[in-house]
């Protein structure tokens, strides 16, 4: 090889190198991390800005909110034309803060909003959606559902409950059909869901985190409600280094404006509850690079799931709340109803509460195969005793 190939190679690999360090690599399975969402699209309506909101059907007017404030920008052209805004609370109220001369209606169907507007010419086109102020707000936590009736139960329990929206910890993909199905019942769920990636929705076979992009939002975003800060943070496939990607970019922009009145809703826990076990974020540097870059955010309550289990725990200044039961695993293994949701209120200038609610799910919804199997596991390896003396403590 001539010197002048080997230095080109190594210029290269050089480049490639320093590319791949600076986007991030994900692994398992050894990837790139993915490209951020576009925030701008041009249509034949003419150009449109979404903010806490994304496309869900390409060449189509389809969007979803990824917060419960989303707002839409318009430079309309002339004409009629339609769209519609999935994953908004029947609460919200509609803002326009700019809609020039032109018709605008709009339907409320569930929680999907089909605005038609009828323009006489191009002009500029404001709105958004606006959560009344109440005294109290809450909301539910849960994760490790699935795609099937147990999905279906979590999202009415945290309808009946009193939530005004749900946060989703991630693992609604264990099977067949569970990605098409979560996603559907998501779109069509009873109360808006913001949903955190969780490793069995990042890769399965291959690479398939694709769908959660195109359909349900961001692997990470924060937004503000009633001065609390909500922060999803990307713990499906470990991260290096630590602190790249667009996990990294974000937890620096919110260093600018620190809080102490902030949430972070992820996958995988910082810690195992379980004795003997650790179901963590595995990356080298990970933990000790999140813990630190949280608390230059201000801190806060750290949401998890991954494990199948309930509790809470301190960790590194961080309370963090471990809610994995959408299965209602424990219930099958111990044949009693003992499996819980979390429930949070939030409130003004009042620190943000959490409290534990019985999941209550139906014997009728528990058609988990994966936990059939842990129940046939915990017998072989006589693990029910554990789980008995967990919930006598
Ligand atoms: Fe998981």
């Given at each position: 090889m001539t010197t002048r190939r080997k230095l080109i190679i190594t210029g290269s690999l050089a480049a490639l190198g320093l590319y791949s360090y600076n986007r991030g690599l994900r692994y398992p399975r050894l990837s790139f991390e993915p490209l951020a969402h576009a925030t701008a699209l041009t249509d034949s309506i003419g150009d449109v800005t979404l903010v806490d909101a994304i496309q869900i059907?390409?060449?189509?007017?389809c969007f979803r909110a990824i917060a419960p404030e989303p707002k839409i920008s318009l430079y309309a052209n002339k004409g009629k034309f339609a769209f519609y805004v999935n994953?908004?609370?029947?609460?919200a109220v509609l803002d326009i803060q700019d809609k020039g001369i032109c018709d605008l209606e709009e339907e409320v169907r569930g929680i999907d909003r089909h605005i038609t507007i009828e323009t006489a010419n191009s002009q500029t086109i404001n709105i958004g959606w606006k959560l009344p102020t109440k005294e109290q707000t809450k909301f539910a936590v849960i994760g490790?559902?699935?795609?099937?009736s147990e999905l279906d139960w979590c999202l009415t329990r945290a309808k009946s409950l009193g939530a005004q929206f749900l946060l989703h910890l991630g693992d609604?993909?264990?099977?067949?059909?569970d990605y098409e199905n979560a996603i559907s019942k998501f779109h069509t769920a009873p109360l808006p869901c913001y949903i955190s990636i969780g490793n069995h929705d990042f890769h399965d076979?291959?690479?398939?985190y694709q769908q959660f992009l195109r359909q349900?939002?961001?692997?990470n975003n924060a937004f503000t409600l009633n001065g609390v800060r909500f922060v999803n943070l990307d713990t499906a496939a470990d991260f290096?280094?630590?602190?790249?990607g667009n996990r990294g970019a974000l937890l620096n922009t919110l260093a600018q404006s620190p809080t102490e009145r902030q949430i972070f809703f992820t996958h995988?826990?910082?810690?195992?509850?379980?004795?003997?076990?650790d179901h963590t974020i595995g990356g080298v540097n990970e933990i000790p690079w999140l813990v630190n870059a949280i608390s230059h955010a201000g801190g806060g309550h750290l949401l998890a799931g991954h494990v199948h289990h309930s509790t809470e725990l301190d960790f590194s200044g961080l309370r963090q709340y471990t809610v994995g039961e959408g299965l209602g695993h424990e219930d099958i293994v111990?044949?009693?109803?003992?499996a819980r949701i979390l429930v949070g209120t939030i409130e003004p200038e009042r620190p943000v509460n959490f409290e534990w609610a019985s999941?209550?799910?139906?014997?009728?919804?528990?058609?988990?195969h994966t936990h059939l199997l842990k129940l046939e596991k915990a017998k072989a390896q006589k693990t029910i005793d554990w789980y008995t003396k967990l919930h006598q403590a």
């Open positions: 059907e390409q060449d189509a007017l994953n908004i609370s029947e609460d490790d559902t699935g795609g099937n609604f993909n264990y099977g067949l059909d076979s291959g690479l398939i349900l939002g961001p692997m290096f280094p630590a602190g790249s995988r826990p910082f810690r195992d509850p379980r004795p003997g076990q111990l044949q009693r109803q003992v999941l209550n799910m139906p014997w009728s919804l528990h058609r988990s």
